[in-house]
């Protein structure tokens, strides 16, 4: 089996592990499944969940679309191919709670072919990332930490940088700089490199490592915080940062513009965005409140050392 249809097997494993983990942690609702074609070809599987006792809302897809890149898509990819396969699962959950954060993954794999249809560039790109509405730093050191420790035996170096990485790229840029959240780990265009010696093979196992990292990143948090008492206010509040979130996906989001220039399924592209979200006219946080605080902390920081 090539390296392609290894990762396309993996991701649909890894799919399935997931959602049949958020369902016994949720005890209610289940995922719906939706198969899809996409003209031009390829298609895939989309997991849509909804109305849970912890997950308002959440999605966990998978695509393996292949076709020809438009001419804005390949100056936007700064490649000069138009044949192109991309593979890849995205995720993210919607909690019902707002002490519960919200969470965003995503894994994938992109091949480049000349006009005879051989190969001649492919890279990984991925990571994880976590968007809270109320700050619990033990939670941000957990987070961080689980997704170090499935990078660092591929490389010390892996972290530091997907970390720095993941803090340049989840930026709302026309909101004076502010995090979308306390990030995680993002990486793109991720190569075999002659020095220092990484393979493909090397780089599929450090995709699936990432992958497999996932639940023990994020459920133990939805696991903490999920039976803490709520209010109108926490939700109010809730609702205000999700419209930063809704914002980032659609100005910012490399994926979610993608997609919709490459004739993806729109349904499943924009099945991230949050159930209800707010937007109030120049609004700031009572000084010294949890709200507050939270905005503190939508700067990148040290969270595991």
Same mark, same amino acid.
């Given at each position: 089996?090539?390296?392609?249809?290894?990762?396309?097997?993996?991701?649909?494993?890894?799919?399935?592990?997931?959602?049949?983990?958020?369902?016994?942690?949720?005890?209610?609702?289940?995922?719906?499944?939706?198969?899809?074609?996409?003209?031009?070809?390829?298609?895939?599987?989309?997991?849509?969940?909804?109305?849970?006792?912890?997950?308002?809302?959440?999605?966990?897809?998978?695509?393996?679309?292949?076709?020809?890149?438009?001419?804005?898509?390949?100056?936007?990819?700064?490649?000069?191919?138009?044949?192109?396969?991309?593979?890849?699962?995205?995720?993210?959950?919607?909690?019902?709670?707002?002490?519960?954060?919200?969470?965003?993954?995503?894994?994938?794999?992109?091949?480049?072919?000349?006009?005879?249809?051989?190969?001649?560039?492919?890279?990984?790109?991925? $990571?994880?990332?976590?968007?809270?509405?109320?700050?619990?730093?033990?939670?941000?050191?957990?987070?961080?930490?689980?997704?170090?420790?499935?990078?660092?035996?591929?490389?010390?170096?892996?972290?530091?940088?997907?970390?720095?990485?993941?803090?340049?790229?989840?930026?709302?840029?026309?909101?004076? #700089?502010?995090?979308?959240?306390?990030?995680?780990?993002?990486?793109?265009?991720?190569?075999?490199?002659?020095?220092? $010696?990484?393979?493909?093979?090397?780089?599929?196992?450090?995709?699936?490592?990432?992958?497999?990292?996932?639940?023990?990143?994020?459920?133990?948090?939805?696991?903490?915080?999920?039976?803490?008492?709520?209010?109108?206010?926490?939700?109010?509040?809730?609702?205000?940062?999700?419209?930063?979130?809704?914002?980032?996906?659609?100005?910012?989001?490399?994926?979610?513009?993608?997609?919709?220039?490459? #004739? $993806?399924?729109?349904?499943?592209?924009?099945?991230?965005?949050?159930?209800?979200?707010?937007?109030?006219?120049?609004?700031?946080?009572?000084?010294?409140?949890?709200?507050?605080?939270?905005?503190?902390?939508?700067?990148?920081?040290?969270?595991?050392?």
């Amino acid at each position: 089996m090539n390296l392609k249809d290894r990762f396309i097997t993996h991701i649909h494993s890894l799919q399935d592990s997931i959602c049949e983990a958020i369902e016994k942690e949720d005890g209610r609702s289940v995922f719906q499944e939706d198969l899809w074609d996409r003209p031009g070809g390829g298609g895939g599987i989309t997991r849509s969940f909804s109305d849970g006792d912890i997950f308002e809302k959440g999605g966990v897809n998978t695509s393996v679309v292949f076709g020809e890149l438009t001419e804005a898509m390949q100056q936007h990819l700064k490649v000069t191919q138009a044949r192109f396969m991309a593979a890849g699962l995205s995720l993210v959950l919607h909690p019902l709670n707002p002490y519960v954060p919200t969470v965003h993954a995503n894994w994938r794999y992109f091949e480049l072919y000349d006009e005879r249809g051989a190969l001649v560039d492919s890279w990984f790109g991925g $990571g994880s990332d976590l968007t809270p509405y109320y700050i619990f730093p033990e939670d941000g050191e957990h987070f961080h930490r689980t997704l170090k420790e499935a990078m660092d035996p591929f490389g010390l170096d892996y972290y530091p940088s997907c970390k720095k990485q993941c803090d340049e790229y989840f930026v709302n840029r026309h909101r004076n #700089n502010e995090a979308r959240g306390i990030g995680g780990v993002f990486y793109d265009y991720l190569r075999p490199e002659p020095v220092p $010696g990484k393979t493909h093979e090397d780089l599929l196992a450090f995709q699936e490592a990432n992958g497999h990292a996932f639940l023990s990143a994020y459920l133990p948090i939805v696991q903490k915080r999920k039976f803490l008492e709520y209010g109108e206010e926490e939700i109010w509040w809730q609702e205000y940062r999700r419209g930063r979130y809704v914002e980032f996906n659609l100005v910012h989001d490399r994926g979610t513009l993608f997609g919709l220039k490459t #004739n $993806g399924r729109t349904e499943s592209i924009l099945m991230s965005l949050p159930p209800r979200a707010r937007w109030e006219y120049n609004y700031s946080p009572e000084p010294g409140s949890r709200e507050a605080e939270l905005v503190q902390y939508l700067v990148p920081r040290e969270w595991v050392k």
